[in-house]
């Protein structure tokens, strides 16, 4: 229906609104912000990881390792990540988790050996079977 209203005559439905139409500059800024953060996430991430790579043998130079009998002790190792323990001689290499260390030393008991035997105080593992790790300090005997 409609009415006069003295110069015209005028719907009596209300007109229409119009949705609020966001602005190109406002979807672009977010879209670049948004860019901006997952870059910056991804670079943490990659910091976090730190340069050993992928590798399985990368050593930290300044951590230092001693066999006397059957102990093994090693000096200025990470504190607050946890250690683990590898052992390679004729029969492959194993290990297990020692833990985290508030002094960044450790001794390590180890069985008595039959030939040339490496032990390496090394990162969390990962990769297939976890055989990728990174080395903090690593010493051979035998």
């Known amino acids: 229906m409609s009415y006069w209203n003295g110069t015209r005559w005028l719907s009596a439905e209300p007109a229409p609104t119009r949705s609020p139409r966001r602005s190109p500059r406002l979807l672009g800024g977010a879209l670049v912000i948004s ?81 040339p035997t490496t032990y390496e105080f090394a990162s969390r593992t990962w990769g297939p079977n976890g055989s990728h790790y990174n080395v903090f300090a690593s010493c051979t005997a035998g």
Request: proline share 4%.
């Open 35 to 115: 860019l901006f953060m997952l870059l910056l996430i991804a670079g943490a991430a990659l910091a976090a990881k730190g340069n050993h790579g992928n590798g399985n043998h990368s050593s930290t130079s300044a951590s230092s390792c001693v066999v006397d009998g059957n102990v093994v002790t090693a000096t200025s190792l990470p504190t607050g990540e946890v250690l683990n323990f590898m052992v390679t001689d004729s029969r492959g290499t194993w290990g297990w988790v020692l833990g985290f260390t508030d002094t960044g030393t450790w001794a390590e008991p180890v069985p008595a050996r039959s030939g």
